[in-house]
């Protein structure tokens, strides 16, 4: 099947006719013997997501005995995208694969994916498309398709100790609910001896995800980072310098953020050791953290500007194509069943990600959880401020110019308007090719 | 003679063809590649002649990257070797847990890079990292080691030379140890000075050891990236991004392919002037008995 498919016409045809028959007649399918699919999964060898993920996909088969499911964990997110490129393009690549919501761009430009309307074309499938947050199925909508579904989806959350909050005088149970709140009260929290700072008041990793930090803070200011079908940024919007100002405050007017690059990978350990007051971090942190505070803490929506905000993260499934019409339907069954609320609700449990849709969030399951553990919600309640994570064509260079430069700004080298002039002149002449003429 | 040409070529041919396979071949095909822009779905490559070469030359990224790695280079190469060098002394003279000492010097060869990488993450971690938790004992500040654009490169170059130096100790050591023992004794007889015996006899017959000494150094800091992948990704702000971690990006992330092909080009071509610089100049004042 895979040498047949020389344009995306093609396939969208062949699947519409094909997928009706297979879809009438599973019967059909079971004879034909089992259907293998394959998902590259972004998780290094052995880690707890590993045994989380082989156990659902061993449920999945047992109640499905005619699909075979191989999960194959494929190391960093960009780990996962490289090797599903590249084993598509040589054409052994898998059916699926879960990568960052934002490389879609570059794969649909690619021309290596299959989109989801194409398959999911009866009114059940339609309606489970529907169910997810719109703020999770922006970044996977692209010119009218749907080209990812929603899976290890994230945000941005705040956390916070409540110990150093309370011996700094500070209300233990309030988070920082503006940017004047968050700079003054993470002062507060500071810890000296003589001239050496024991714990900080607030760290925002400023690596490996750079802009995504920072697009809060722009969000917040009331800016948007990219639009136009991702054609445009804005990146030297007076609201994008706002942003990238207040970053700079907290570690020059406030000095409660560590001068320089807050690594993201010791975030969460630096909060666990009780080295810093607040982190702003990935809800994916979030059983981490749970599992390991030794100090009751909270969870917080980010503190918010002119209007609250952070961006979504995380990855969608991605089908790709070399996926023969029987390996989609089987693909579409195993998400269909990956993203029913009851099993939303459970891996949103397992992991701290997003549940991605309303009606997970309403299972008995979920409801007793977030009833014991109230932090579980925030991210939730946080989704209807949320936007979609920056992403345009050419995504990788076009985040990794902007990354440069903030990463400039932050170690002191360039102002926050020049800083982002120069990211905004680079990202416009990366996506000169794309503008339509 | 017919047949000894027929004998002589069917003897290379098996390393002939792996040679031809794997580094011939791919290289060949990059330099084409590099007169090509990338393909991009279902948009064929087209030819562009030296566009790739003229916007290379206007990317400061690659300015970075060549100074980077000339800085890494000019750092990791001379001190590695020396540090070999040193400690192969050091461990050839008859000293108190000889094996113990040669075995601690070689260990962090044997490790993979990336444990390696793993490890000095954690020594450079801000606060209570390895390095911050010494110098605290002395009132050090906190040292953001490599979210600094001064310390990151150094921080690189360290790792390197700590895992370079225990290899190439292994070679001085074996040349040290083949040296005849007479020599020494004449050197002796004849009143000379440690210094002068050194000087005069072991550094000159330690040189073809040292020209393979070098050459593998070279090759190294340009192809050692691995603990750049672990540790900064390049950053901050492309302060560690060497020309291998570029090509990756370029080919891997970016996806890239005209870009990366052009950066290969250019890193074939300055190692090739740097072998024949070592080998055609170096080369000849190396004494081979």
Known sequence: MRNLTPTRRTVLAGAATLAAPVLAAPAIVHAQGTTEIEFYFPVAVGGPITKIIDGYVADFMKENPDIKVKPVYAGSYVDTLTKAVTATKAGQGPQMALVLAVDAYSLVDDELLIPFDSIATSDADKAWLKAFYPAFMANGTIDGHIWGVPFQRSTIVAYWNKDIFKAAGLDPEKAPATWEENGEWTAKTLKREGDRVTSWGIEIPGDGFTYWLYQGMVAQAGGELAGDNGRKTFFNSAAAVEGLQYWLDLMGKYKSHPPGISAWGTGPRDFLEGKVAVIWHTTGNLTNIKNNAK??????????????????????????????????????????????????????????????????????????????????????????????????????????????????????????????????????????????? | ????????????????????????????????????????????????????????????????????????????????????????????????????????????????????????????????????????????????????????????????????????????????????????????????????????????????????VLVNAVINAFRLVDHVVVMTRGGPDNATTLLLYYIYEAGFRFWDQALAATLTVVLLALLGLLAWLQFGVLGKRVHYR
Not at chain 1, 396 to 401: D, G, M, S, W
Not at chain 2, 16 to 31: K, R, S
Not at chain 2, 166 to 179: K, P, S, V
């Open chain 2, 1 to 212: 003679m017919r047949r000894e040409t027929v004998q002589g070529w069917l003897l290379i041919l098996p390393a002939l063809l792996l040679l031809v396979a794997f580094t011939h071949w791919p290289a060949a095909t990059t330099i084409i590649d590099s007169f090509y822009t990338t393909p991009k779905g279902s948009r064929p490559p087209r030819f562009v002649g030296f566009e790739n070469y003229a916007d290379l030359m206007t990317d400061p990224v690659f300015w970075t990257a060549l100074r980077n790695n000339a800085v890494y280079a000019l750092w990791t190469i001379p001190a590695s070797v020396i540090l070999a060098l040193v400690m192969a002394l050091a461990v050839n003279t008859a000293i108190p847990g000889r094996a113990l000492v040669r075995m601690a010097y070689f260990t962090p060869t044997m490790l993979p890079m990336i444990a390696v990488a793993n490890i000095w993450l954690f020594f450079f971690t801000p606060d209570y990292g390895l390095f911050d938790h010494v110098l605290g004992f002395f009132g050090g500040v906190r040292h953001n080691w490599l979210g600094d654009r001064d310390t990151a490169l150094p921080a690189m170059i360290v790792v390197a030379v700590w895992k370079e130096a225990g290899f190439f100790m292994i070679f001085y050591l074996a040349a040290l140890q083949a040296m005849p023992p007479d020599l020494k004794e004449c050197a002796a007889l004849e009143g000379s000075s440690r210094w002068n015996f050194f000087r005069r006899v072991t550094l000159p017959l330690l040189m073809p050891t040292t020209l393979f």
């Open chain 1, 295 to 437: 100090f009751p803490f909270g969870v917080s929506m980010l503190p918010a500007h002119q209007r609250r905000g952070s961006p979504t993260g995380g990855g969608n499934f991605h089908m790709f194509k070399g996926a023969n019409p029987g390996q989609q339907q089987a693909c579409l069954r195993l998400l269909r069943w990956l993203t029913s609320p009851e099993k939303a609700a459970q891996w949103s449990m397992d992991t701290g990600y997003v549940a991605p849709r309303a009606d997970a969030w309403e299972t008995p399951a979920m409801k007793a959880y977030v009833a014991g553990f109230p932090q579980a919600a925030v991210a939730r309640d946080q989704l209807p401020f949320a936007v979609a994570e920056l992403s345009t064509h050419d995504n990788q260079r076009v985040a990794q110019a902007l990354t440069d430069e903030l990463q400039a700004a932050l170690l002191g080298r360039k102002q926050a308007k020049q800083a982002l002039d120069d990211a905004q002149e680079k990202a416009t002449r990366l996506l000169k090719p794309f503008q339509k003429s």
